[in-house]
Every structure is written in C-alpha cells, then in structure tokens.
C-alpha cells in the first residue's frame, strides 16, 4: 500500500491508506487482498480530523464520520455460490462473479473441497466506531495508474483482452470507496446435507445458537429438544473469529465452544465489544467498479471486466438422457450436451458408433480453452452387451491412466443411453473415485449389478450418472448426479472458481 507522508507533528491516521486501494475480489475479503493504492496521497493537500478525542492527518480526499452503530449480515444457504454472491454484496459487488473464494476457502476450509456436500450459514457482527469516505477526484490519481491507463485501448476486442486483463491483475476489478473501523465477529458455520439440509431450518438453529452464545446465554427448551438442533450440532462445524478490540479479548471469545453457551460466552462478548474503541481495526468495507475512474474508457474497461469475469467463474452445464432400446438396435445416439458459457463440448470424431456409451473431456487445470481430450466411449452394438461392453472402459484406461490424470486436471464424464448395468470396470471406479466421485458412485455400484433385460430388451433400466471433478482431489471432492430408471433429460449446473488469473479451478454446485 501506498503511504501519506507526514510534514507535520499531529500523527497520521494509517488507515486512510486502505481508500482507493485496489483489490483482488478473487481472494479473501480483507486488507490483504488489496493490491495497490490507486491514488498518490503526496498530491493532495491534508486536513485535521478527530477520531476518539485525537487529532489525525488525513489527505483531502478522505471524509471521517465517526459513529457508534452496530450492524450484521449473513444468511444460510445450500450452494458455495450462493455464499459467495452474499459476502460480495455486501461489499457492493451485485452480480455472480465467482468473488472472494479466497474467504470461502478460509471460512470453511474443513469442508471446502466436498463443498456440494454441504450447506452454510454465517454471520457476521460489526461495532463500528467511524467510517471513513474516498471523494474521488482525479487530480488525486498516482502516475502509475495514469500511465497505464492512458495505454488501454478505447474499445475492447478479442485481440487485446489481455491487455486489460493485465490492467486488472495489476491495480484490481475494484477499489474501496469506504471503509470502517471498529471491531467484527465472524461467526461461520456448515452442515452437513446428510444430517440436515432444509435451509430454513438451518438458518433457525444457527440464529438460536448465535443468540445463545452471545446474547441470552441459554439455549431455548424448545429448541434444544428439537429433532432439528440434534441434527445441527451433530453434523456442524463452526469456526469463529474477531478483529479489533483487545487481543487478549479477541483471543478469549474465538476459543468458545460454539455449542456450550453460557453466561461465560455472553460476559466474553461483552467485553470484547467494550474494548473495540480502544483497538478499532479495518473491519468493513465498501467496493466500486475500478472503471469509474477510467474516464473516457471507463465503457472499454468494464466490458473488458464482464469478459474477465466470465474467464474468472465460468458455468458449466451437462445435460444427457437414456431411454429404453430394443434389439436390434434402430435407435441413433442421444449424445450429452456440454457447455462452458456459451462454448460446445463435440469430438471432432462426429457421432459415436453406438446409442449407449459415455462422453469423456478432460481440461487443463488453469485454461479451460487447452482441451486434453474430448471423446465419445461407446458399447459395442452386440445383443449380449454384458460380456462386451466392459471394452469401453479397456480404451478409456488406455487414453487417460498415467498420461492426462494429472493433479489438477478437470474430469467432465457423461453417460448417454446406458442401461443402468453399464457401470464402470474397477480400474476406472479408481480413476473416477481420485477426481471426486463418491456417494453418487457408491449407490450405483451397490445397487446395480450387472445384468440385461429378458428378450430383446436392450436397454431396459435407463440411468445417467455425470461428474465434474478434479484429478487427485479425492472421493467425495466432485460434483456428481445418477439416476435410475428414468427417462427424464438429466441436468448438472457446475460453477468453476479462481482466486487469481493463472490459478488452477475450483469447483461448486451450481442451480439444483
């Protein structure tokens, strides 16, 4: 960050210099995801403002309002999407951008790499103490960010996208235009969806037990006899943090037992609130779009933002179906529909030979447009496909075992057209089960053997099973769906998600 220097003997106020900083969205939602400060303070003249009895230097551009409100946000939600949409409201980013998956990887690291597994609750208490305002002026804008803006094109093309792309990594997507101090107390919590996945019901034990701890001291009679709570303690986990007050305060209230309320946690709380005015910190902040100081570019730079954004969290959406075949097979193949944004997903091979069979496409883990493979696998047309079909998965070892399963690699697998019996051979359950596979997985192979119809029946259980995982992540890490005996058209909404633009993708459930 960028510093005031001061020419004077009255003390400068440090905190200024969190205005105007640009900031790295994809990360955590704090002071160490800012970037650069976008001003040059040395320019502007400074003033004199009070801030708990003392006066502080400020450069012009900042407007102090000192104020003792408290306030909170949070909510429960079932998707990592829909938390991360939530903490980047907060801060004024309106939109899904795949923002702050840096603080969502803090937040809930136990339960980060199986995120579809679980639902989420937080939040999040602030005792402000002031805010303090960036006037924006451009007169106040350092030379450096002068410099490369004056070098970005006035319209954006596919041609010098990395040219703003380069802006952004530099100097940030956004820059903050307010920030407060004070104290905060983050209150995070998961559950898991196997103990207890209504929303509602979440958010009411989490709201029960945050007021317990911290306000009544007891939990209610009702709800603790709940079948609801037994649920919510026994398959939660809660990570509790604070900023600003006294350390040994902040360091007393995050060592609670989030599930022992008493009068303990609320005298905890009470003097860590007490003790904010005299250690506020950076607690909060409010963001604006960095093409609002971009002048006449400011329309280049923000489309340039929108296609960034999409590179940053792209959608992923799979979309396939099975349905009953007789012999001899007449049927053409119904093949998997695969989208990245507005991008296909075909082998150049054309149709596959059979109507029954799976689409493999594996991605490198930093650029999605660097495809490794995109293959159709399908079950030779033979009536007894129960001796035979197993080929598929003889060829699919071959392509990818030891040359594309790479760490970090992306997995996207399909079935079309299969019998429900068309399950995977034990080497490629290992190789699926190592990009994510789990539960889904599991229940096909226990529940379904392999087995074909009477008669000519071909295809006579219908099933789909689709995966989206990530190489060496592990089973359970993946996002993945089967059904049986159906002849509904299958959907899977998969959200991908970096904390900086060369890193490698995460993933996350998207719309159910």
């Known amino acids: 960050m960028g510093k005031i220097e001061n020419t004077e003997q009255t003390p400068i106020m440090s905190q200024a210099n969190a205005l105007a900083q640009g900031m790295n969205i994809y990360g955590t939602r704090d002071v160490s995801s800012f970037i650069k400060l976008l001003v040059s303070p040395a320019k502007a003249a400074v003033k004199t403002v009070t801030f708990l009895g003392k006066d502080y230097e400020v450069p012009e551009y900042v407007n102090l309002i000192q104020d003792t409100e408290t306030y909170d946000e949070g909510g429960a939600f079932r998707t990592r999407e829909e938390v991360q949409n939530s903490l980047a409201a907060h801060v004024g980013i309106q939109g899904s951008y795949g923002a702050f998956s840096g603080e969502m990887a803090l937040d809930y690291s136990g339960e980060f790499n199986k995120n579809s597994q679980y639902a989420y609750a937080y939040r999040n208490f602030y005792a402000e103490a002031a805010t303090l305002q960036f006037q924006y002026d451009a007169r106040f804008l350092s030379d450096e960010f002068n410099e490369r803006l004056n070098e970005l094109p006035y319209e954006l093309s596919d041609e010098n996208l990395d040219v703003f792309s380069s802006f952004f990594n530099d100097f940030g997507m956004y820059f903050t235009n307010k920030i407060v101090l004070g104290g905060s107390l983050q209150f995070y919590t998961a559950v898991s969806v196997e103990g207890l996945s209504n929303v509602q019901e979440i958010s009411a034990m989490m709201k029960a037990q945050y007021e317990a701890l911290f306000s009544s001291g007891s939990l209610d009679a009702g709800v603790k006899n709940s079948s609801a709570w037994k649920q919510y303690a026994s398959h939660s986990s809660t990570t509790v943090r604070a900023h600003g007050g006294n350390p040994s305060e902040v360091t007393d209230l995050t060592l609670i037992n989030p599930l022992e309320p008493g009068e303990n946690t609320v005298n905890l709380f009470r003097k860590w609130v007490d003790s904010v005015s005299s250690e506020p910190a950076i607690i909060d902040f409010t963001l604006e779009g960095i093409w609002q100081i971009c002048g006449k570019k400011r329309q280049a730079v923000q489309a340039a933002w929108e296609k960034y954004a999409r590179s940053m969290h792209p959608h992923l959406a799979i979309g396939t179906r099975s349905r009953g075949i007789t012999w001899p097979i007449e049927d053409k193949a119904i093949v998997p529909d695969i989208y990245i944004g507005s991008v296909p997903y075909e082998p150049s091979s054309g149709q596959p030979d059979g109507p029954a069979g799976y689409q493999v496409v594996i991605l490198d883990s930093s650029n999605l ?86 008669g000519n029946s071909w295809v006579s259980y219908p099933s789909n099973y689709m995966l989206v995982g990530i190489f060496g992540n592990g089973p359970g890490t993946g996002i ?33």
Do not use: C
């Open 369 to 454: 447009s660097h495809v490794l493979l995109d293959r159709y696998y399908t079950v030779p047309k033979e009536q007894g496909w129960v001796t035979t079909y197993h080929v598929l998965f003889d060829q699919m070892k071959q392509d990818i075992q030891g040359k594309l399963d790479t760490a970090g690699n992306i997995l996207i697998i399909s079935s079309f057209g299969i019998d429900s019996g068309m399950s995977p051979t034990p080497d490629i359950v290992g190789m699926l089960r190592s990009a994510g596979a789990g539960e889904q997985l599991n229940y096909w192979l226990k529940e379904h053997q392999e087995s074909q119809g009477p």
């Open 480 to 512: 993945e769906f089967y059904d049986y005996n159906t002849l509904e058209t299958a959907q899977l909404n998969v959200y991908l998600y970096r904390e900086i633009y060369s890193g490698n993708y995460t993933l996350g459930l998207g719309e159910m």
